[in-house]
């Protein structure tokens, strides 16, 4: 059965099974047996969930699953699950331009038409994940700049027209991901 009724996050796989993210675990949910297959957190598992706590669950074009987790969203970087391995990759900061910018993850935006991913962190402001190159771009907000975020800490990114529009600690903005700048 589903491991936990506190459930966060659903999402069908191009195979039509239905992805359910819960307090207590992934879930894989098979509408042809009627069974569940249980994720969770392994110390014993290094290719593992980083946390257990699902919080969102978005699909890319190609039907690859990303999962943000709690220990995500408060440390453990976004997981990325490949389907056809049944593996899952991490992305952490790291040294170098090309990296997440923070590792505490709040939201996550999926961009059908372009194959990116905005990331909204907690204290790193909000991440562009192009797929198809692999490329980060961050976007922090500048003291003083209004045309920057209002903060660094992302609460949520929803789609506006051709526009984001970003919930942070200090309000919101519109964003523009043509040119990167915020309309508060």
Avoid at 35 to 43: E, I, P, V
Wanted: glycine share 10%; with cysteine.
């Amino acid at each position: 059965s589903i491991s936990s009724n506190f459930v966060r996050a659903c999402c069908e796989d191009n195979l039509g099974n239905i992805w359910i993210g819960t307090f207590n675990g992934l879930n894989r949910y098979d509408k042809s047996t009627g069974l569940f297959q249980n994720h969770t957190a392994s110390d014993a598992q290094s290719d593992g969930l980083t946390h257990s706590s699902i919080w969102c669950i978005v699909k890319d074009n190609q039907g690859t699953l990303w999962l943000g987790t709690y220990f995500g969203t408060e440390g453990g970087g976004l997981n990325y699950y490949n389907r056809r391995t049944r593996e899952f990759k991490w992305f952490r900061p790291e040294i170098g331009p090309n990296s997440i910018s923070h590792n505490n993850i709040k939201a996550l935006y999926y961009d059908a038409s372009k194959d990116i991913i905005w990331i909204g962190t907690h204290l790193g402001g909000l991440n562009r994940l192009d797929i198809r190159s692999g490329q980060f771009t961050h976007y922090r907000m500048e003291a003083g700049n209004p045309e920057t975020l209002p903060s660094d800490i992302i609460r949520d990114i929803a789609p506006y027209q051709d526009h984001l529009v970003i919930a942070t600690q200090n309000g919101i903005c519109l964003f523009d991901p043509a040119n990167g700048k915020c309309q508060q």
